[in-house]
């Protein structure tokens, strides 16, 4: 079995700076494609970020510029840094990652609990 947990969330003022993980551990050969998403209250989740399995990355065009995420293939773990937070980021954060736990087959797409970021005005 595979697990994503999260960490990094919290509470910060606009304008200030967050570092989201997302650490697999398990039967773990390789993460491939990998994604953050975000649900606020009384709305849908939506996709945040996404990288490949070659680094290839793509941004949601509110958070174009001030979010960036990267991998680190050696711990099994996927980063989301937030900069310039407004209000409007406010929500709990998803990881979701597309794991293979063999060398062979394409693996299975897994999600995480999820962490809470504020942003407070």
């Known amino acids: 079995q595979v697990q994503l947990v999260e960490s990094g969330g919290g509470l910060v003022q606009a304008g200030g700076s967050l570092r989201l993980s997302c650490a697999a551990s398990?039967?773990?050969?390789?993460?491939?494609?990998a994604e953050w998403y975000r649900q606020a209250p009384g709305k849908q989740r939506e996709l945040v970020a996404g990288?490949?399995?070659?680094?290839?990355?793509n941004y949601a065009d509110p958070v174009k510029g001030r979010f960036t995420i990267s991998r680190d293939n050696a711990k099994n773990t996927v980063y989301l840094q937030m900069n310039s937070l407004k209000p409007e980021d406010t929500a709990v954060y998803y990881c979701?990652?597309?794991?293979?736990?063999?060398?062979w087959g394409s693996g299975y797409r897994y999600w995480g609990q999820g962490t809470q970021v504020t942003v407070s005005s």
């Open positions: 979701n990652a597309l794991v293979q736990s063999t060398p």
């Open positions: 398990g039967s773990i050969f390789s993460i491939n494609a």
């Open positions: 990288i490949t399995t070659g680094g290839s990355t």
